[in-house]
């Protein structure tokens, strides 16, 4: 219905800023068009406005407004509005457009906007004597409430209005409330806006603070929602509206109420249980029924019962009040319920009959003040009969179940000693089944109806047991999961094993041979490859077994094992050089030492000695070994003379003497003489100890000192130059050697002597004769500074730290150089013995003293060289121990288990691993399908790192049916392969699919 216009109609307009404006609706245009174009009615400025945003037509009642754009959010009255759909508006609707309120003022609803007041001039406002009392409160539903209106209390400097007190609505109307608020003090002043007595959830203020300079004022909107729950309560609901003032510290309050009607509304439950059947001995059947009361306000609820063929009566139960036939009255608060035990009787029972009686029933309910649909829920009761015909047909029933049960076929017992076993193990299967049948195990006949037989499978087996009789013949389908049983014995796969292939060195000269170590275990088949082809291997010769190739030129070798469950290779190279001419090896004397050098009469001397690229050793012209050691007891002064004799006649020699001291003797009547005190030999040096002939004067000079008393100084050369005798206890004698020298100073106090000895080593001498030394006088001077001797190392060797034999192996010793091979990780004990130097350094580990030792983790291939160095020699005398790596072969894995998800589609595999995590990459998990048993890799090292201890198998859906085994993943270190140990022990099954 159409309305009149009138002049009053107006939009209020506020700002983000809290500026107000007012447009007039001109009755003669009757559309207001808002965005920020300046040809809009109202304009809006801002980011996120359109140009054209919206319009408002108000060309008859009600007035409507329609959204033109999708930028930004535009609200009524809080409610987001979509576009291009029209809405209707009411007087107080607030338009919100991202800050901006458009509020729509009707000339009947609403007052002209007060005109503006100067900011200086005070609002004329009396300040109330005394502030209102405080109005009790109470508490219903949770929630504190006013028990009355909320008495008004004024501050001159807080004033605002609001539009009307009291509203009555039903739920989810909406109540708008314009408030005017001016700011009557003398400052700048912030305002809040606040609502008492109703829930949050229901209200909302806009805007909840404004800002206002002294004397303006500004609109805000309060809309209040009832929703439609119980908790909106019908009744009154008394508030209170409160703007206080953070400048002034005070606050101006207006009470209202809030009148909501009742609504009704409830819920009846299902009949509980809605099927029952009573015996002939039970007299009534029972039910149970809820009532919720859905609504805002106590609610009288009728409640009544009846069946289609009025055969039963029904009572409601009320406690405390008794028992009511066919129908009750139920008063339900809000967001009560109540319950109802309800009585259902049979009228007509039956003592015997073919057929139970059944009795279809109806429980209604519906609100007693409301026109509203009734409720109703359906129940079922069966009536049975005291005698039927199932008592007939049970006693033939038991008749034809005893006979079943006597000849039933059944196998109480079949199962293995072992469900797993490695191939070829021994299995033993047992059993005990009903004495009336005849057993096949696999469809072989079995005698016995308990017993027991041992089988020795090589692949994974499914043993079935069947029981057979006329039963079985019968009704074979009913009774195959009781004549039938199946046990499974899985059989772990063990693949073949390469322990060892690996050659004795991987580089040789052409025409040199060299051993293959070979160590294969668990194969059917081993194939050796080589330059030559392939070369089968029959076992035992896979197993600890040695092979000699002599390539000609760089080869590849490869061993392959295989057996029924796989194949295991392994592969190096042998690189081949050509052969270069070797000079025939000079032998030398790495060290010759007697300990002590003197000694007294009876006691004993040790030699030890160690000879390189010589054919034979004499000691004083007795033949000894090379290498050795020996104890003498000489009873006067004993030179010993150790030479070795090279495969080309070459000779090297070296001299050592023994002083002995005459036992002392004793006199009854005098004294005896002590024996005179030996010389002490300071230094014996030589300029040089290696002498290369290349024509013209080879020289080199040998200096001595030696202190204390002498009676005489003799220098003996061997071979060619003899003794000569009288030198002085400090000097030096050129002499030119043309073979492999030692010299022998000797220097006597007496009796006592000592001596010293230097062996020239000469290299490419001629056949001609060697000319007798030439002395050179000694200068009548300060004697000729001395070359010290260089040091001289006795041995460097290496052992075992923890003393066993397996972890490090002697391989070879060539030039002078040790090898070893020593297991991965090993830890490694050097010791050797130096004499006659000051520095002694092991290479990369720091400097040491003569006689020490050290140890050392070994992890990887490397040389380790002993230098030891004499001040005043520049001279540096090396020994090498080279160290190959054998790699450390892990344990398999361990306690092999698995689970499956409950969905049957993943399994999840879980192992131990005992070893050193150190030694390993990672682990692989092999996967097959039972019963082929053909195993393959389903996860690699890289996937399962070495710690890992657990793998999800995504991709065995389903997961019934497979078969899992570990092994732990190493590198070899000699040959850069990745190697694995030998499978887990035990496997593990999943399920068998059904």
Not at 46 to 72: E, N, S
Not at 83 to 106: C, F, H, K, M
Not at 528 to 541: A, K, R, T, V
Not at 696 to 701: A, L, V
């Amino acid at each position: 219905m159409e309305r009149a216009l009138t002049v009053k109609d107006q939009l209020e307009i506020i700002s983000p800023t809290g500026e107000i404006g007012f447009y007039d609706l001109a009755e003669d245009k009757g559309i207001c068009n808002i965005g920020r174009h300046p040809d809009n009615d109202i304009i809006l400025t801002g980011h996120g406005i359109a140009l054209f945003h919206a319009v408002i037509d108000y060309r008859k009642k009600p007035y409507t407004l329609i959204v033109l754009t999708r930028d930004g959010q535009t609200m009524l009255a809080g409610r987001s509005v979509s576009p291009n759909l029209a809405r209707n508006l009411q007087s107080g609707d607030a338009i919100e457009v991202l800050g901006y309120t458009v509020i729509l003022l009707e000339s009947e609803s609403s007052t002209p906007p007060p005109p503006s007041m100067p900011a200086n001039m005070p609002v004329p406002i009396t300040r109330p004597e005394s502030a209102s009392p405080t109005i009790p409160t109470q508490t219903i539903n949770g929630q504190q409430r006013f028990a009355g209106r909320p008495p008004d209390v004024e501050d001159e400097r807080v004033i605002f209005t609001i539009s009307e007190i009291e509203w009555t609505v039903n739920v989810r109307d909406t109540v708008t409330i314009m408030l005017e608020i001016i700011n009557g003090g003398d400052l700048i002043a912030g305002f809040n806006i606040r609502l008492d007595g109703l829930p949050p959830e229901w209200v909302t203020i806009y805007p909840t603070d404004i800002e206002l300079n002294v004397g303006d004022r500004s609109s805000a909107t309060v809309t209040i929602e009832p929703p439609r729950e119980p908790n909106s309560r019908a009744g009154a609901h008394h508030f209170r509206i409160a703007v206080y003032s953070r400048t002034y510290k005070r606050e101006t309050v207006r009470g209202a109420t809030l009148n909501i009607n009742p609504y009704y509304r409830f819920s009846m439950g299902q009949i509980a249980p809605r099927r029952q059947t009573i015996s002939w001995f039970k007299e009534f059947g029972m039910a149970e029924i809820s009532l919720t009361n859905l609504g805002n306000s106590s609610t009288a609820i009728r409640v009544d019962a009846s069946d289609e063929e009025r055969g039963c009566n029904f009572e409601f139960d009320i406690p405390g009040e008794g028992r009511f036939a066919r129908q009750t009255e139920f008063f339900v608060d809000p967001e009560g319920t109540v319950t109802s035990q309800i009585y259902i009787t049979p009228f007509n029972r039956k003592f015997i009959g073919f057929v139970n009686k059944r009795y279809n029933y109806t429980i209604n309910a519906n609100v007693v003040d409301a026109q509203q649909t009734p409720s109703s829920s359906f129940g079922e009761l069966t009536d049975k009969p005291f005698i039927g015909k199932l008592p007939i047909f049970l006693m033939a029933l038991s008749l034809i179940i005893f006979i079943v049960w006597l000849f039933w076929p059944s196998i109480d017992m079949f199962d293995a000693d072992r469900k797993t076993i490695s191939s070829g193990g021994d299995v033993t299967l047992a059993w005990q089944a009903s004495p009336l049948v005849n057993l096949r195990l696999n469809d072989d006949p079995l005698e016995e109806t308990h017993g027991s037989k041992t089988f020795q499978p090589d692949e994974t087996t499914m043993y079935e047991l069947r029981a057979v009789n006329w039963l079985t013949r019968l009704m074979p389908s009913l009774t195959k999961d009781d004549a039938v049983r199946n046990a499974q014995v899985f059989v772990t796969p063990i693949l073949p094993s390469i322990n060892t292939f690996r050659p004795e060195q991987t580089e040789l000269v052409m025409g040199q041979s060299a051993r293959i170590f070979i160590d294969v275990a668990d194969a059917d088949q081993v194939t050796f490859i080589g330059p030559d082809g392939n070369q089968p291997l029959e076992e035992p010769s896979f197993k600890q077994a040695i092979r000699s190739v002599a390539p000609i030129q760089d080869a590849d070798y490869k061993i392959i094992a295989i057996n029924k469950y796989g194949e295991q290779e392994q592969n190096f190279h042998i690189t081949v050089l050509e052969p270069t001419p070797t000079p025939v090896p000079t032998p030398g004397i790495l060290y010759f030492s007697v300990n002590p050098r003197v000694i007294t009469a009876g006691q004993e001397v040790r030699l030890q000695w160690e000879v390189i690229n010589v054919d034979n050793a004499t000691l004083n012209g007795d033949d000894y070994p090379a290498q050795g050691n020996i104890q003498f007891s000489p009873q006067q002064d004993t030179t010993y003379f150790l030479a070795g004799f090279g495969k080309n006649g070459s000779q090297v020699s070296e001299v050592a003497r023994v002083g002995v001291t005459p036992p002392p003797t004793q006199t009854p009547t005098a004294t005896p003489t002590g024996t005179p005190a030996p010389p002490v030999i300071d230094f014996f040096d030589s300029s040089t100890t290696e002498l290369i002939l290349e024509g013209g004067s080879d020289d080199i000079t040998l200096s001595w000192s030696v202190k204390g008393k002498t009676t005489s100084i003799v220098l003996v050369g061997s071979p060619g130059y003899g003794t000569i005798p009288g030198l002085k206890a400090q000097g030096n004698l050129t002499v030119s050697p043309g073979e492999t020298t030692s010299f022998l100073l000797t220097a006597s106090n007496g009796e006592s002597q000592a001596s010293a000895s230097i062996q020239i080593k000469v290299s490419e001498a001629t056949a001609t004769a060697t000319v007798p030394p030439t002395i050179t006088p000694e200068p009548s001077a300060t004697p000729f500074p001395p070359t010290p001797s260089a040091p001289n190392i006795f041995y460097f060797r290496a052992e075992s730290a923890e003393g066993d034999a397996d972890d490090i192996v002697q391989i070879g010793s060539s030039a002078g150089v040790r090898r070893y091979e020593v297991l991965a990780g090993s830890a490694v004990h050097f010791t050797w013995e130096v004499k006659d130097a000051d520095k002694v350094e092991l290479t990369d580990y720091g400097q040491f003293g003569q006689s020490d030792n050290v140890e050392v983790l070994i992890k990887e291939n490397k040389t380790f060289t002993l230098n030891a160095q004499r001040e005043g020699n520049s001279e540096i005398v090396s020994a090498e121990i080279n160290i190959t790596v054998k790699p450390r072969i892990p344990p398999p894995p361990e306690n092999v288990h698995g689970t499956t998800n409950s969905n049957g589609t993943q399994n999840t595999i879980d192992w131990d691993f005992s070893g050193d995590e150190e030694y390993i990459v990672g682990f692989r998990v092999y996967r097959a399908d039972v019963p082929e048993n053909s195993f393959s890799r389903a996860a690699r090292e890289d996937e399962l790192g070495k710690s890992a201890r657990s793998w999800l198998d995504t991709e065995s859906n389903p997961a019934c049916n497979k078969a899992y085994f570990v092994v732990a993943v190493y590198l070899d270190v000699q040959t850069g392969n990745l190697e694995e140990s030998k499978p887990s022990a035990e496997s593990w099954f999943s399920l068998t699919c059904p």
